[in-house]
C-alpha cells in the first residue's frame, strides 16, 4: 500500500472524498481474512451486548480507531468491533464528528 501515507495527508476531510475502491480504503483481501477471524470469534453486535441485547443480525467489523487516522492498527484485532449496521452508522457519525 506504497500510496497510503501520501493519500492520508493530502485529503481533506472536510472535502468530499472521491469515492475509492474498498481495496483502495485499506479493505483488501488481508482485511477480509482479518475480519473473517475476527467475526467468528465476536459474532455479536458489541454494542448491543454492552445494552444487554443479543443481536447476531447484519454484523458489520469496524476499526475503533478508523484506518484514515491509525492505517497501521488496520488488521490490529484490538482495534476491531463487531457491530450491527445501526451501531456501525452511529460510530462512523461519531467518527465523523471526532476526527473530521
Ligand atoms: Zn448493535
Not at 493530502?10 to 475509492?20: E, F, K
Not at 445494552?51 to 482495534?79: A, F
Amino acid at each position: 500500500m506504497p500510496n497510503r501515507i501520501k493519500r492520508r495527508c493530502d485529503v481533506s476531510p472536510n472535502r468530499p472524498a472521491t469515492r475509492q475502491t474498498p481495496a483502495e480504503r485499506g479493505y483488501d483481501a488481508l482485511w477480509r481474512k482479518v475480519r473473517e477471524a475476527y467475526v467468528a470469534d465476536h459474532p455479536l453486535c458489541e454494542d448491543c451486548l454492552d445494552e444487554g441485547v443479543t443481536n447476531p443480525e447484519h454484523i458489520e467489523v469496524d476499526h475503533v480507531i478508523p484506518i484514515l487516522i491509525r492505517p497501521d492498527l488496520r488488521l490490529d484485532m484490538t482495534n476491531l468491533r463487531s457491530r450491527c449496521r445501526r451501531h456501525h452508522k452511529l460510530k462512523t457519525d461519531e467518527d465523523q464528528r471526532f476526527y473530521g
